[in-house]
């Protein structure tokens, strides 16, 4: 991906980080929220559909099109609800798909930004939960579609909004800041029959970057694989799934989409693991066929 002359100003210069102080300011991004929510918008819609290449099929446009620039960016797709095994673990999102083993010093290198876990989820006895697991880290595109849903079925025990400054999550802006620390998020704990513990977080990003997640969910309440967790408005881009020790059984089959980066292209909905016996076999099957 190309990283734009604007980023790199930003990022990279003294005049254009004294600018981004500013830019990620609240007052800064609710000018920009209301902006991208207003009618003015909505000219920005056909520049981004060409820009990015964002195929229209199956995108429910409501009458005299969309009203604002952010009602095209949290559009909806139409789609059945998917009926899924309790031993499956979803994407929860369409985007770029990393795997990343949390080891010893539970600390991540995520494109050349090191960040601590216990930073991340502010609780040091919830990071401690996910010694030796896993991290499942997905990065939307501006192409992405931005609904997500929820990754497994299970009881919800807790969730957390962290307040944060909003960066960009594109890769010049990882070589200077920590950017996943820094960021805005919120996450829920919820407890799976089939993988343990697990923590699903969205992240947000530069100027808008809202989370909205369904509020009507909450400590106690059982949610569905593939049910809606919420969307991200203009801005946001980032979620990140935590599994514990040896919880999930990774299909290997994925591997084989990687792009030059090491990122797994995934849709929302589909496979991306399953735990138990299951998820041996299949990547048994898959290395005796691919050597």
């Known amino acids: 991906m190309k990283e734009s002359l604007i980023l790199r100003f930003l990022y990279e210069t003294m005049p254009g980080r004294m600018a981004l102080k500013l830019l990620v300011c609240p007052g800064i991004s609710r000018m920009a929220g209301d902006f991208l929510s207003s009618g003015a918008s909505r000219c920005l819609v056909p520049y981004y559909i060409r820009k990015h290449k964002i195929s229209m099929k199956d995108v429910e446009v409501p009458p005299g099109g969309f009203p604002s620039f952010n009602a095209f960016f949290t559009r909806k797709r ?12 979803l994407s929860p999102c369409d985007g770029l798909l990393s795997r990343v083993e949390i080891g010893e010093d539970t600390v991540f290198r995520i494109k050349n930004t090191e960040f601590s876990l216990k930073d991340l989820l502010k609780d040091d006895g919830l990071a401690a939960r ?14 992405d579609y931005h609904h997500y849903c929820y990754a497994a079925s299970g009881r919800l025990l807790s969730g957390r909004k962290i307040p944060g400054k909003l960066h960009c999550v594109r890769p010049v802006a990882l070589r200077n800041t920590p950017v996943f620390v820094q960021n ?12 343990g513990t697990l923590v699903q977080m969205e992240v947000g990003a530069l100027l808008v970057g809202k989370i909205k997640n369904d509020s009507r969910r909450g400590k106690g309440d059982c949610v569905h694989a593939g049910e809606e967790k919420g969307h991200f408005e203009f801005g946001g881009s980032t979620i990140l799934l935590l599994a514990g020790k040896g919880a999930v059984h990774f299909r290997s089959v994925l591997y084989e989409r990687q792009i030059a980066s090491e990122e797994m292209p995934v849709r929302m909905g589909e496979v991306i693991g399953s735990a138990g016996m299951k998820g041996i076999a299949e990547e048994y099957l898959w290395k005796k066929e691919n050597g």
């Open 184 to 195: 805005s998020r919120a996450y829920q704990v919820m407890e799976t029959d089939a993988f």
């Open 78 to 89: 139409k789609r059945e609800q998917g009926v899924f095994s309790e031993g499956c673990l």
């Open 130 to 143: 996910f010694q030796d697991g896993t991290a499942f880290i997905f990065r939307l595109t501006p192409a």
